[in-house]
């Protein structure tokens, strides 16, 4: 499969993986603010197959698929060259697969609202939906299926919310391949879980919402004796969309982590 990617920077590489539906600018609008005053890193950004302006196979079945699709494009952009990883909901989960499968390879995992222990959505801990900071100007300007999704998902609803909502998320969400996407939902879960090989000992970052209604962050916490050098974060005044709900927190986070990763 011949995947869709964008890249900014020089340096080291920083692979992004987009979250369910969603495509690369979702990653980009979390990460570049991150990456504005600290150069010496090559983001890249894809597309995962069905999503974005990545094409789907018919042969595209399920999440096993998936990640084979991010193993063949890693091994044609980087080939053996060590990188940074950071996944966010759906991209999360593959990206721990990743890790296990590339362990030498990863320097640093970070993980925004990734899956959780439970796959499947039914079974997962969450909390009830949740406005903590409400404010009707944000729905001014969007329409109608942008203002439903937005008001559905955020925890703070402010204009400039609303506004990364619909270039970074709602752009995404409206271009994906839905038969393709349908076909995965059948074989959700990977064959093998992520935490399935030895503990990753390199620096890593878990970022979960308080208020996420997702995927939750109670599920997480089982995750943390497979990566002995994680920072655990559960985010207050924070969904699913962490990095829009709290950007300041999200941005620090994420500057700490590169600085762990820096010093080994």
Same mark, same amino acid.
């Given at each position: ?49 069905? +999503?974005?302006?990545?094409?789907? $196979?018919?042969?595209? *079945?399920?999440?096993? #698929? @998936?990640?084979? /699709? ?82 559905? +998902?955020?925890?703070?609803?402010? $204009?400039?919310?609303? *506004?990364?909502?619909? #270039? @970074?998320?709602? /752009? ?93």
């Amino acid at each position: 499969m011949t995947l869709h990617y964008v890249e900014h920077g020089d340096g080291v590489p920083v692979v992004a993986v987009h979250g369910w539906t969603a495509d690369h600018r979702l990653m980009l609008g979390c990460l570049e603010p991150v990456f504005a005053d600290r150069p010496g890193y090559r983001r890249i950004y894809l597309d995962l197959p069905g +999503m974005g302006r990545s094409p789907a $196979p018919p042969t595209l *079945a399920g999440s096993d #698929d @998936e990640l084979a /699709a991010v193993h063949e494009f890693l091994g044609e952009v980087l080939g053996d060259e060590p990188f940074l990883l950071v996944g966010e909901s759906y991209g999360g989960y593959l990206s721990r697969a990743v890790t296990r499968d590339r362990r030498d390879q990863v320097l640093g995992l970070a993980l925004i609202c990734p899956i959780g222990t439970e796959v499947q959505r039914s079974r997962r801990t969450l909390p009830e939906p949740e406005v903590l900071r409400p404010d009707p100007a944000a729905l001014a300007g969007l329409d109608d299926e942008t203002a439903t999704a937005f008001t559905e +998902m955020a925890v703070v609803q402010s $204009p400039e919310a609303a *506004a990364r909502f619909r #270039d @970074e998320i709602m /752009a995404g969400l409206r271009i994906g391949d839905q038969e393709a996407i349908a076909r995965v939902e059948q074989r959700w879960a990977l064959s093998s879980p992520p935490e399935s090989g030895p503990p990753f000992t390199r620096p890593t970052l878990i970022l979960t919402g308080r208020q996420d209604q997702v995927v939750g962050f109670a599920d997480h916490i089982a995750l943390l004796p497979h990566y002995p050098r994680a920072t655990f974060a559960i985010l207050d005044v924070a969904g699913h969309n962490l990095q829009i709900d709290q950007p300041v927190l999200f941005e620090a986070l994420m500057h700490e982590w590169l600085d762990r990763v820096g010093h080994g």
